[in-house]
């Protein structure tokens, strides 16, 4: 039996109890590769509510921010140095050591990092990432799609694994109603308001759900807030419930995003409910979107409106049917067993 610690992020709880991708992609994976059959420990944070066998005695930051307001700069840091001098007491007790952080792993690692795994869930296109590859370039990470991998040193690459979602998360919405959809961080990566843009020269109603992103809550007040009205309004925050139901109503998702994704979750939650998706080209988006059976692949606000007037051409059972086909957690836990067996025999 292969013995996998999961190194889950701080910021919010696994699994999120609304925002938070990356900790949702922890939990689902742990989950299915211990129904593979492997010994799974997650390190998280203590409000985690999972019934896996969880390693972790602190908070994550979004809980100390509910508790005592903003925080000081220096408690994410110290929040991870926790984390790690736990997983670091344990390290014999794990084959595969599996990332989902930011940096300071690798160093505790040492001589183990060839047997463990990296994902990162961000972009990899900038200066701190370069410096990071160039030091540690016996880390094994793999990518999260191929755009990203592109990004990613060969010496460190060894592998690219798609986002999955547990298959009977989100049900099925056969029937789409007369509104089009954004799900997101209310930011300037993910452009809200060109989503608005453009459902209103399709002439359809949009309803945006999402958080306000803390590091960025300006944009939301100067780019966003002024264009809201009755055929444009925001529902805030969703869990899992919210979410469903309003993709699953939705006629499509409008994915208008501004930045090189890696990934892009939303996408593919979309597709479960049998939503296709209008995403602009850029990162991973062609890799999830196929164009013409799961959605429209646009590079304009006018692509995007003429792709709104086709979306009824679309099956919204095929778009269901290719989610499970490529989409699922247990599809994404295989893969990376495959990976971590391909790490242990070398």
């Not at 110290?78 to 001098?85: G, N, T, Y």
């Not at 370069?130 to 880390?139: I, N």
């Not at 999830?288 to 429209?296: A, P, Q």
Request: proline share 7%; aromatic share 8%.
């Amino acid at each position: 039996m292969i013995r996998v610690a999961q190194v889950a992020p701080n910021i919010f709880p696994v699994p999120p109890r609304h925002h938070g991708g990356t900790e949702r992609i922890v939990h689902d994976l742990s989950t299915e590769l211990r129904s593979l059959g492997l010994e799974v420990t997650l390190f998280a944070a203590s409000d985690s509510a999972t019934d896996l066998p969880r390693v972790g005695d602190y908070p994550s930051l979004s809980a100390l921010e509910a508790r005592h307001g903003r925080v000081a700069p220096g408690v994410p840091a110290a929040l991870d140095a926790l984390q790690l001098e736990a997983l670091r007491q344990r390290l014999d007790a794990f084959d595969i050591v599996h990332c989902h952080g930011e940096f300071a792993h690798a160093a505790l690692l040492g001589a183990r990092r060839r047997r463990s795994l990296t994902t990162i869930h961000w972009r990899v296109d900038e200066l701190d990432r370069a410096l990071f590859f160039a030091g540690f370039p016996d880390l094994p990470v793999a990518a999260i799609s191929a755009a990203q991998g592109e990004g990613i040193p060969a010496s460190n690459r060894v592998g690219v694994v798609h986002h999955g979602i547990a298959r009977d998360r989100y049900a099925f919405g056969a029937g789409p109603g007369d509104y089009v959809a954004f799900v997101g961080r209310l930011t300037d990566q993910k452009r809200p308001d060109t989503a608005i843009r453009v459902a209103r020269a399709a002439g359809l109603p949009i309803r945006l759900g999402g958080t306000i992103d803390v590091g960025n809550p300006g944009y939301f007040e100067r780019e966003v807030r002024p264009l809201l009205g009755p055929d444009a309004t925001y529902g805030g925050p969703l869990d899992d419930a919210g979410k469903g139901e309003l993709l699953a109503g939705a006629r499509a998702l409008l994915f208008p995003i501004d930045w090189p994704e890696p990934f892009g979750l939303v996408m593919i939650e979309a597709m479960a409910c049998g939503t296709p998706v209008v995403a602009w080209n850029r990162g991973s988006v062609p890799e999830v979107v196929e164009d013409g059976l799961t959605g429209f692949v646009v590079s304009s606000e006018a692509e995007a409106v003429a792709a709104l007037e086709r979306i009824g051409d679309l099956d919204r059972a095929a778009v269901r049917r290719r989610f499970e086909e490529r989409f699922t957690a247990t599809r994404m836990a295989e893969d990376y067993l495959a990976l971590y067996r391909r790490l242990l025999a070398a």
